[in-house]
């Protein structure tokens, strides 16, 4: 179960990755939009980070949240990338 929550949550960062790099590229001709969209993919990944020690604060994750906790945060990382990637998609229809 470790490993296919792993797998999913590359998949999905893959994916970001990729619409990410459409976006800049269609911007390529628009510094200031570009700059605009790297800094809130910045920001974005910030928030990530932050919303996974807000859900898992403990020092020592695997004492305190056993061994599920590697799937459980590959999986919130998951659903938080699919959401970003859902944002970034709304992005590049405007």
Request: proline share 3%.
């Amino acid at each position: 179960m470790n490993a296919c929550a792993n797998e999913e949550a590359r998949r999905v960062d893959a994916e970001l990755n990729q619409v990410f790099r459409r976006l800049l590229s269609r911007a390529a001709s628009q510094p200031d939009v570009r700059v605009k969209i790297e800094a809130a993919e910045e920001a974005w990944v910030a928030y990530r980070d932050a919303y996974m020690e807000a859900m898992y604060p403990a020092k020592d994750k695997l004492a305190e949240y056993g061994s599920v906790y590697p799937m459980e945060a590959d999986l919130l990382r998951a659903k938080l990338t699919q959401q970003q990637v859902a944002a970034l998609k709304n992005l590049s229809q405007h």
